[in-house]
Structure formats: structure tokens, C-alpha cells
């Protein structure tokens, strides 16, 4: 039993490698693809519409009622204290440096890096990406690179517009639900969100942006088995992005505070 049990962890952690050196691979040969020409500006503008403007309904929605509910939550907790003030820089430090980047790139991991996945998976079972090949046509170059283009650019902007719309809603009902003074509210907001909170939540975006884009691309080409490889493709996709997501954010916020 014990011989078993080591055996299967071995064989997850052997996995877990792979899967990890497999990442890097294809993402360091995306990467180089991105600089080198021929450089694919129609497959690069279809994917950018595709990930940013068609998840940006999604994105307002969500972001609303984020900010909505972290400004009820946040109220709660500093009426305690009678610092009902603090509201709103509260709810403006986390939109900007933690839940506007994660909560956005998990939102487009579940809606574009699935379909990445599916897309790309289902050219590989129906033999497309070897007639590219054949055609001497790189997957990696047509496929993969512009869709890390698309979600290393898109994701930020779309998080821009999270923590835009999220600080709206935290504003809405900060000030006609909660009834705390306009003026404090906007005060303490200038006072403790600098611009260097902006530029890490950015930053952080664009690196998730990329990896969920890079996780839907590897587990497309890695497509075996059919119909229901390309089904379970599409679910690893979307969970292995989102742990990505999460675990990339702590050691980038680790980082940022050392």
C-alpha cells in the first residue's frame, strides 16, 4: 500500500513536471515568435477582438457588483471601529492591486482560454495543425503567438475597466446606499491609492494574461483522443489557469512587498 501510494506520487509530481517544462517550451518558442517575422496581424486582431472585446460584458457586470459588495462587506468592518471612511481607499487598494487583475484574468481563462483550448484542440484532432505543418506553415507561429499577444495586452486593459467599474460601484453604494460623506470617500481614495498600486496591478495582469493564454494554447496542441480529449483538454485548461492565476499572484505580490 504504501509502494502504491508512493508510486502515485511520484507519478503526479513526474506529471506535474512535465506539464511545467512542456509550459515553458512553448512559451519561451511563442515568445520568440512574437518578435520574429511574419508576423500574423490578422489572426493577431481577430484574437485581440475576441479575448478583450467580446469578455468585456462579462468584465462591467462582474466588476459592478465586486465593488458593490466589497464596499457593504468593507463598511461592515470599519464601522467597528468608526472608520466608515476608509471604505473606499479600502475597496480602491484592493480592486486596483489584487481582485482587478485575478478576478478579470480567471473571468477570460473561463471564457476565451477554454476556447482556446477547444479551438486549438479540436484542429489537432481533425489534423489541421499537421496540414500546417505540411504546408510548412508553424503551429506554434499561426496558433500560439497571437493569442499570448491577445491576452498579454488584453487582460490589462480589461482590468483597467474591472477597477474602473468596480470603484464605481463601491462609489454608488458607498454614498446612496451607505450614506458615507462624497467628499471623505474621494479624499481618502487620492490620499492612499498611488499610481505605483496601478502599475503592479498591470503588471500583474499582463503576466496573467499571457499564462492563461499560454495554458489554453499547450493543452490545445496536446489534444489527444478525440472528441473527449478535446473536452477534457478544455476543462484542464480552465483549472490549470486558474491556479496558475492565483499561485503567480502571490509570489508577484511576495516580490512587490520585499
Known amino acids: 500500500m504504501i509502494v502504491g501510494l508512493v508510486s502515485q506520487l511520484g507519478a503526479r509530481l513526474l506529471a506535474s513536471v512535465e506539464t511545467l517544462g512542456s509550459a515553458l517550451r512553448l512559451g519561451v518558442a511563442g515568445s520568440l515568435e512574437i518578435v520574429r517575422p511574419p508576423w500574423r496581424w490578422a489572426e493577431t486582431m481577430k484574437q485581440l477582438e475576441f479575448v478583450g472585446v467580446q469578455s468585456l460584458s462579462i468584465v462591467l457586470i462582474t466588476g459592478a457588483f465586486t465593488g458593490g459588495v466589497f464596499a457593504l462587506q468593507g463598511y461592515e468592518g470599519f464601522s467597528i471601529f468608526g472608520a466608515e471612511v476608509l ?19 480567471v473571468l477570460v481563462a473561463g471564457r476565451a482560454g477554454s476556447a482556446m483550448a477547444a479551438e486549438i484542440g479540436t484542429m489537432k484532432v481533425t489534423e489541421q495543425v ?3 505543418e505540411s504546408m510548412a506553415v508553424d503551429p506554434v507561429d499561426y496558433l500560439v503567438a497571437p493569442r ?3 491576452g498579454t495586452v488584453m487582460v490589462p486593459a480589461l482590468a483597467m475597466i474591472f477597477t474602473a467599474i468596480g470603484i464605481v460601484g463601491a462609489y454608488l453604494v458607498g454614498i446612496y446606499v451607505l450614506h458615507i460623506p462624497k467628499g471623505a470617500f474621494i479624499y481618502r481614495i487620492e490620499w492612499y491609492v498611488d499610481p505605483d498600486d496601478c502599475l503592479l496591478g498591470l503588471a ?3 503576466v496573467f494574461g499571457f499564462t ?12 489527444a483522443g ?3 480529449g478535446v473536452g477534457r483538454a478544455t476543462t484542464e ?3 490549470l489557469s486558474s491556479v ?3 499561485v503567480i499572484d502571490y509570489f508577484l505580490t511576495w516580490w512587490w512587498m520585499t
Open 237 to 239: 485548461a480552465v483549472v
Open 204 to 206: 500583474k495582469a499582463a
Open 226 to 228: 478525440g472528441a473527449e
Open 87 to 105: 471604505t473606499g481607499s479600502t475597496v480602491t487598494l484592493a480592486l486596483t492591486r489584487e481582485l482587478g487583475p485575478a478576478l478579470t484574468a
Open 244 to 246: 496558475s492565476i492565483l
Open 130 to 132: 499537421d496540414a500546417l
Open 212 to 223: 492563461l493564454a499560454l495554458v489554453g494554447c499547450m493543452k490545445g496542441l496536446g489534444v
Open 148 to 150: 499570448l499577444v491577445a
